[in-house]
């Protein structure tokens, strides 16, 4: 409680600043992470060398100067969304022509859907963009952090604009609560599930796990699936792109939803892989073993 209470001057004073003495701050803050402290290093490095096995140590160095750039942006620009306006909000961060039609074609044919994303540009402006120029009311799948302070500091950004949280255990619950409303419900498809209860597919070189829990709701709940990217335009400045994955999710196989929005951002990380979050441990888990059957003894004659 102390910790946030001697923060939280500091967080507001931060989201307050003009935006050039604001990335100033970015700057100053990307030498003491990097060169200073060294705040993840051994896992940025290692996630890189196994993502792009291909790539030379000068050239994955260049990517993990750049992540660390971006990075910071991104941690600074978060707390924007304590204060920016809504103009400056969709100045800054704008839906594609394409994604808008596409988004109001949905809302006019009253169809709810399931966005899914990863953890690539800037996902929290995303957010509120989409809360604001969206006809769909949108609701975001989080996880709720352990420090309940904190947790409320995200909470308070998060919503400022309209958008909708639910926690991960209650996603099927309120999607169902919500099934009269024409909502939108993001999922942010690249977290690290329990190894036992995951999908595992090929992910950037990886043998890698994932959640199933958004290709089940999806299929029962016959949401139009929608990939959403974040591209990042210049500092300061993201563009939302989105594509529909599958109109009709119930007519899926098992898998087909999940190795199609993990393949999507795959490739978008390859375009671009500074903006991904290459400082979470993604990969420490690994398949389970399948449990073997017991031999069955030949019966005697």
């Known amino acids: 409680m102390l910790t946030y209470y001697i923060l939280l001057p500091f967080i507001y004073m931060i989201s307050l600043l003009p935006f050039p003495l604001f990335y100033g701050l970015c700057d100053v803050m990307f030498v003491l992470l990097y060169y200073v402290i060294g705040y993840r290093k051994k896992v940025v490095l290692q996630n890189l060398q196994n993502a792009f096995p291909e790539k030379s140590a000068k050239e994955i160095e260049k990517i993990r100067r750049r992540f660390y750039r971006y990075f910071c942006d991104l941690l600074l620009e978060t707390f924007k969304t304590l204060t920016i ?81 639910i926690a991960m255990k209650d996603t099927f619950r309120d999607m169902v609560a919500h099934k009269s409303e024409l909502d939108a419900t993001a999922f942010i498809a690249d977290q690290t599930p329990a190894p036992t209860s995951a999908y595992w597919t090929d992910f950037l070189n ?96």
């Open 206 to 301: 990886q043998d890698t796990p994932v959640f199933q829990g958004t290709e089940k709701i999806a299929r029962k709940m016959n949401y139009p699936v929608v990939y959403v990217h974040v591209q990042r335009v210049k500092r300061g400045y993201y563009e939302i792109s989105a594509r529909t994955l599958f109109d009709q999710p119930s007519a899926t196989k098992d898998g087909e939803i999940t190795t199609a929005h993990t393949q999507a951002l795959e490739q978008d990380i390859c375009a671009h892989p500074e903006y991904w979050l290459w400082s979470h441990r993604r990969w420490k888990h690994k398949r389970p073993v399948p449990a073997q059957e017991p031999a069955v003894a030949e019966p005697a004659i």
């Open 85 to 165: 306006s809504r103009a400056a909000a969709i100045r800054r961060c704008k839906l594609t022509p394409e994604a808008q039609e596409l988004f109001d074609r949905y809302a006019a044919e009253n169809r709810s859907i399931m966005i899914v994303m990863g953890h690539y540009g800037n996902w929290e402006w995303a957010g509120n963009t989409f809360s604001l120029q969206g006809k769909h009311h949108l609701y975001v799948v989080y996880h709720p952090l352990s420090n309940k302070y904190f947790n409320g500091l995200m909470y308070r950004m998060r919503t400022r604009f309209g958008t909708g949280l």
